[in-house]
């Protein structure tokens, strides 16, 4: 069992930056892939980024967002650069027990999500 808590979100500008955190529980955090999806009301959850041994991106933030993990302390991160208004969603953190993909259902763990909003 991985527990998963967010933290980091907030109410930023456009152009902005922040960091997203997720911290970990469980003694095997370095074997699962990690990612981070985002979902706006009435959308469905859309995946961002993740990172097994090699990191993916969704099109809409390559270059602008980076995912990184550190396993000595359990937690991935995900660094927001030049924030847009459509950026804004509740930010979710997921692990899986193999690689990574892009597929939300896919992944067996979740956190409860982190706000994040974009004032244009």
């Known amino acids: 069992q991985v527990q998963l808590v967010e933290s980091g979100g907030g109410l930023v500008q456009a152009g902005g930056s922040l960091r997203l955190s997720c911290a970990a529980s469980?003694?095997?955090?370095?074997?699962?892939?990690m990612g981070w999806f985002r979902q706006v009301p009435g959308k469905e959850r859309e995946f961002v980024a993740a990172?097994?041994?090699?990191?993916y991106y969704a099109d809409s933030v390559k270059g602008r967002f980076t995912i990184s993990r550190d396993n000595a302390k359990n937690t991935v991160y995900l660094q927001m650069n030049s924030l847009k208004p459509e950026d804004t969603a509740v930010y979710y953190c997921?692990?899986?027990?193999?690689?990574?993909?892009?597929?939300?259902?896919?992944?067996?763990?979740w956190g409860q999500g982190t706000q994040v909003t974009v004032s244009s």
């Open positions: 990172i097994s041994w090699k990191l």
């Open positions: 469980g003694r095997t955090f370095s074997t699962y892939a």
């Open positions: 997921a692990a899986r027990e193999r690689g990574a993909t892009v597929a939300a259902g896919a992944y067996d763990y």
